[in-house]
């Protein structure tokens, strides 16, 4: 019996390409999608829905701070400090906390930027 060894010369692949990625130079120049964050932002519905989470994700930021961090976990504790803090000073202290968590992001992803952008041994010349 004859070896049958074909091979297949009309198969090809396409060569492996890398992911595109936003090119800019500086942090500040990246494009920005709704549509790569982790909130649903529904075709047309755009602003409703950053309306939406603008009230109701620092309410409850402000709820789970109030809960662990003031109250100790004791559901007796939170509701009578339910009971007697209003809206507004519930949504303003979690406003803050996520707007703290959202700068420490921003410096995080600026700071491994800069990492990714330098490259080792190649350094742009300068004049003296």
């Known amino acids: 019996m004859a070896r049958n060894d074909t091979m297949h ?3 090809t692949h396409p060569p492996k390409e890398k992911p595109i990625r936003n090119k800019s130079n500086k942090f500040t120049e990246q494009n920005v999608d709704l549509a790569d964050t982790p ?6 519905f755009e602003k409703l829905f950053i ?3 603008f009230i109701s994700l620092p309410y409850i930021a402000g709820l789970l701070f109030q809960f662990f961090y003031i109250a100790d976990g004791k559901t007796e504790l939170f509701l009578s ?3 007697q803090s209003s809206f507004i000073l519930t949504w303003a202290i ?5 707007a703290t968590i959202i700068l420490l992001y921003i410096v995080k992803m600026a700071i491994s930027f800069a990492n990714e952008s330098r490259k080792q ?8």
Do not use: K, V
Not at 39 to 44: M, R, S
Not at 94 to 98: H, L, V
Not at 121 to 128: A, D, K, Q
């Open 9 to 11: 010369a009309s198969m």
């Open 39 to 44: 909130l649903f932002f529904p075709e047309g």
């Open 51 to 53: 309306g939406i989470y």
């Open 81 to 83: 400090l339910n009971e």
């Open 94 to 98: 979690g406003y803050e906390i996520i």
């Open 121 to 128: 041994g190649i350094r742009e010349f300068r004049r003296p």
